[in-house]
T-cell receptor, first 112, second 113 residues
């Protein structure tokens, strides 16, 4: 199936731990994104990569570090997790010139 | 700060009626506009994109764009219970070399039997 996939779907962890979320797309897109959707359902962009190059870096704590090994993959590593990091994290991809973004299924992160 | 505003709802319409969802945006330089549907616990799903003034129809959905008034709307004809979801308006801003989507907070639609 052509799609954007994310792993894991659920992530429950203790404060202070480090965790990673992985994203892969097989749509042939050149741009990938990380979004955070909080408890009030507001969807906000965090990062964007175009052909492995970071092009958008919103005001996000530097505990969050994205990494794009190739244009089909975008991972998100989070250090020293805090309670406020609990949210759903969505990966998305698009062709840059159109910006119609397609979302992965999301990763629900719960920090205890 | 570039903003996208939506009424949070819920907007309740009876089955078979037309649902009208509205969105306003603050930046006149915005170039493209999108409607996403998000079911509870699921990811946003792109249902319409519109780039120029006027109407764009796709099945039961019609997107309307008025750049002079800075609003974009989504009409859903013959509303079905399966249309009950949160509808997110997204606006594409071009800043420097990167364009990005800014989302509204969404309008929750309830289609009643």
């Amino acid at each position: 199936d052509t799609a954007v996939s994310q792993t894991p779907k659920y992530l429950v962890t203790q404060m202070g731990n480090d965790k990673s979320i992985k994203c892969e797309q097989n749509l042939g897109h050149d741009t990938m994104y990380w979004y955070k959707q909080d408890s009030k359902k507001f969807l906000k962009i965090m990062f964007s990569y175009n052909n492995k190059e970071l092009i958008i870096n919103e005001t996000v704590p530097n505990r969050f570090s994205p990494k794009s090994p190739d244009k089909a993959h975008l991972n998100l590593h989070i250090n020293s997790l805090e309670l406020g990091d609990s949210a759903v994290y969505f990966c998305a991809s698009s062709l840059q010139r159109y910006n119609e973004q397609f979302f992965g299924p999301g990763t629900r992160l719960t920090v205890l | 700060q570039k903003e996208v505003e939506q009424n949070s709802g819920p907007l309740s319409v009876p089955e078979g009626a037309i649902a009208s969802l509205n969105c306003t945006y603050s930046d006149r330089g915005s170039q493209s506009f999108f409607w996403y549907r998000q079911y509870s616990g699921k990811s946003p799903e792109l249902i319409m994109s519109i780039y120029s003034n006027g109407d764009k129809e796709d099945g039961r959905f019609t997107a309307q764009l008025n750049k002079a008034s800075q609003y974009v709307s989504l009409l859903i004809r013959d509303s079905q219970p399966s249309d009950s979801a949160t509808y997110l308006c997204a606006v594409n801003y071009l800043g420097g070399t990167a364009s990005k989507l800014t989302f509204g907070t969404g309008t929750r639609l309830q289609v009643t039997l």
